[in-house]
């Protein structure tokens, strides 16, 4: 953050405040309103932070005009086309791209920790079948906190590295895991020679009777999807991590409560509501109703997969998602897939709307997303599970950026009080 001598005057009751204005490297201005209960008394006002900077970091920068995405400045879609998702990992992780042994190195560290401790598959058997395989992971990854003691002394960087590699490792076992559970198949260990997005799909899809062969364009897919979500800036789930750990909470417990944030339908569960809305409207000739309701103040519905808090023009992961879509159908031959020809239709019909147009709402990442997912045959409830796994990296990267900065405070936010003042109580028989 580079310190800048410009100053906003604030004024009111015959008071005026200067307050200093932060300018970063990419993006706006910030006021510095740090001070500014201590010297003016008041408070800011900004339920849902439209307008507030939670924090300062060097990770993952947006900018929603210009559809841009970069990642430690790297743009996401060099990186979708180019990289792949352990090396998009270390970068988030460590800042910089690694050298070949660095690379080789660090996927070997995460190769060899993907199992879970025998113990934890006790934990599968006290859900009932039918749970969603995000509650699952909640609980798991929260669990992890019950297990791991040698990796929750934050104070020390060697556990926090340990910790890192841990949860980015055993993400997918665990994802996996909860979906076998919840089909009645028999849980499927890791491989360590097979790359990341290829153990993940065996872990799901094989069965003890019969070989699996991973299909190469699928696992391309499946890193890709993995490369897409992989972090995200302040968003919702992340912004949960950084005010949990901000109170030195165990680390896999933080996880586990951006797990629960990211559940949301809307937050990482729109890929899951989108592929049911796209169900619901069934057919083509539909989807002008759909809109109509969409556009309806008095009607709660919302197209699922579009808009989005940050990007204004169009989201860039979506661009390089609907590209992989068309790949995926082609080879699985479903390219006549009803929910694939509603999702196209219905793209272009809400892009041609006004008021969609006006209100800048066009696909996000969870638009095409699910319907890649759809087409490789996991359910939708496996959807945000598949996110989660993703966006552990970014949560983890935010998460120790936050702990290792000397200035970390408690996260506390104040309010807008509108409730009672002060009143005596008064006994029951005097009511
Ligand atoms: C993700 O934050 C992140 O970075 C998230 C994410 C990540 O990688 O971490 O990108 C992942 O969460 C993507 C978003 C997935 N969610 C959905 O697809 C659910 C559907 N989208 C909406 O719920 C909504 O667009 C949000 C929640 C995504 C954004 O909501 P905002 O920024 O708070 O916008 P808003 O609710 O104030 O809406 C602005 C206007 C409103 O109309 P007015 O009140 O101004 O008249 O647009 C309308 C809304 O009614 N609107 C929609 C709409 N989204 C917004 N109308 C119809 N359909 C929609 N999808």
């Not at 559809?67 to 060099?78: F, M």
């Not at 995460?110 to 609980?139: C, K, L, S, W, Y």
């Not at 989807?287 to 169009?314: Q, S």
Request: with cysteine; proline share 6%; glycine share 6%.
């Amino acid at each position: 953050m580079t310190e800048s001598t410009k100053t906003a005057t604030l004024s009111f009751d015959g008071k005026t405040f200067e307050l200093p204005i932060l300018s970063p490297t990419a993006g706006p201005d910030v006021l510095d309103i740090r001070k500014l209960y201590a010297q003016a008394g008041v408070f800011t006002y900004d339920p849902g932070f439209t307008s507030t900077a939670s924090c300062d970091s060097t990770i993952t920068f947006i900018d929603g005009d210009k559809g841009e995405l970069l990642h430690r400045g790297y743009p996401i879609d060099q990186l979708a086309e180019s990289s792949h998702f352990l090396e998009v990992c270390y970068i988030l992780l460590y800042g910089e791209l690694p050298s070949p042994a660095e690379l080789e190195d660090f996927e070997a560290r995460v190769t060899n920790h993907t199992m879970i401790h025998e113990q934890m598959h006790n934990f599968f058997r006290g859900f009932r079948r039918d749970a969603h395989p995000m509650a699952t992971m909640v609980g798991v990854v929260g669990a992890m906190s019950a297990f791991y003691h040698d990796s929750t002394d934050i104070s020390d960087p060697w556990q926090r590295e340990v910790a890192s590699i841990r949860l980015i490792a055993k993400m997918p076992t665990i994802a996996a895991m909860a979906y076998k559970y919840s089909i009645g198949q028999p849980f499927v260990y890791p491989r360590n020679d097979l790359d990341y997005a290829s153990n993940f799909l065996r872990m799901c899809f094989s069965v003890p009777a019969a070989e699996y062969e991973v299909n190469p364009i699928l696992s391309r897919a499946m890193d890709r999807i993995f490369t897409l979500h992989a972090d995200h800036e302040q968003n919702a789930s992340t912004s949960t991590v950084r005010l949990a750990s901000s109170s030195g909470a165990n680390p896999f417990a933080c996880i586990a409560a951006g797990i629960a944030c990211l559940w949301g339908p809307a937050h990482g569960g729109a890929n899951q509501a989108c592929l049911e809305m796209l169900e619901e409207i069934g057919s083509v000739d539909r989807i002008p109703e759909f809109i109509a309701r969409a556009k309806d103040k008095n009607d709660p519905f919302r197209l699922m997969g579009f808009g989005h808090r940050v990007y204004k023009n169009f989201d860039p992961r979506a661009s390089v998602m609907k590209k992989s879509a068309d790949e995926v159908l082609d080879l699985l031959g479903v390219e006549d897939n009803p929910k694939l020809q509603v999702a196209k239709e219905l793209e272009k019909q809400a892009l041609e709307d006004p008021y969609f147009k006006d209100k800048k709402l066009f696909p996000n990442v969870d638009f095409y997303s699910g319907i890649i997912l759809e087409a490789m045959g996991f359910p939708t409830s496996m959807f945000t599970p598949i996110f989660a796994v993703a966006r552990t990296v970014g949560w983890i990267s935010q998460w120790k950026e936050q702990i290792s900065d000397p200035q970390l405070k408690i996260g506390r936010p104040r309010q807008l009080y509108l409730g009672e003042t002060a009143r005596d109580y008064s006994d029951i028989e005097n009511r």
